[in-house]
């Protein structure tokens, strides 16, 4: 089989199952995997450590200007360090992910984010497999593959439920908030892409959704 070359933009609502596919899929094609709300989390992060208020747009620009986020590309082991303190575990905790869709709306951040995003896309040697919420529409609006995965709220909030042994009606309405700042947010909101192809994964197994974009991408699982 030849050796993959090209991106693929995997972009969609939290608990829709980016993260495992993008996993999955990019070590399918021997290719690079870049988790971008990683590096919005790892901003979120050093956001609150550092005192500042999500919510004060100056307040964040100025923390996020002032570090330094490095995260690894590849899909059997990514981690992500701010000043070259790890900080895979705490970006996914509660108190950043409360936060994120804040830090993500500030138009600077998403500049200063999506150039970073796009220099290591270029570095990939070979593919790359990218997942977040604007990468179709984006940070790679050319990727030779477009994927815009959903999959219903309730089963979304079981699947984020179970991953955090946290209470299911809560992560549901947390969900529902999120969906409704990312999707309403100014700069950059997720969105489908016009050429996206839209896959719901409510009643597909991560093995059935890999499958299926091998496919669309000529390759066997």
Do not use: C
């Amino acid at each position: 089989m030849s050796v993959f070359r090209g991106v693929v933009a995997v972009d969609g609502p939290s608990g829709s199952g980016k993260s495992t596919v993008s996993r999955r899929l990019a070590s399918a094609l021997g290719a690079a995997y870049l988790d971008t709300g990683a590096m919005y989390r790892a901003a979120t992060w050093a956001v609150l450590t550092a005192g500042a208020d999500p919510a004060d747009p100056d307040a964040v620009m100025k923390i996020v200007e002032s570090v330094v986020l490095e995260i690894g590309t590849d899909p059997a082991a990514p981690h992500m360090t701010v000043d070259g303190t790890s900080v895979d575990a705490p970006i996914r905790g509660g108190e950043v992910t409360a936060a994120v869709s804040a830090v993500a709306a500030v138009p600077g951040v998403r500049e200063l984010l999506v150039s970073a995003q796009r220099t290591l896309i270029t570095q990939a040697t070979a593919g790359i497999v990218v997942e977040g919420r604007d990468i179709g529409t984006v940070v790679a609006p050319d990727a030779v593959l477009k994927v815009y995965l959903t999959a219903d709220v309730s089963e979304r909030a079981r699947r984020r439920s179970q991953e955090h042994d946290a209470d299911h009606e809560a992560t549901a309405a947390d969900l529902v908030r999120r969906d409704n700042h990312d999707s309403g947010r100014k700069a950059d909101p997720l969105r489908r892409a016009d050429d996206a192809v839209e896959l719901d994964t409510t009643a597909m197994s991560i093995d059935e959704v890999v499958a299926h974009l091998l496919n669309l991408l000529g390759r066997s699982s």
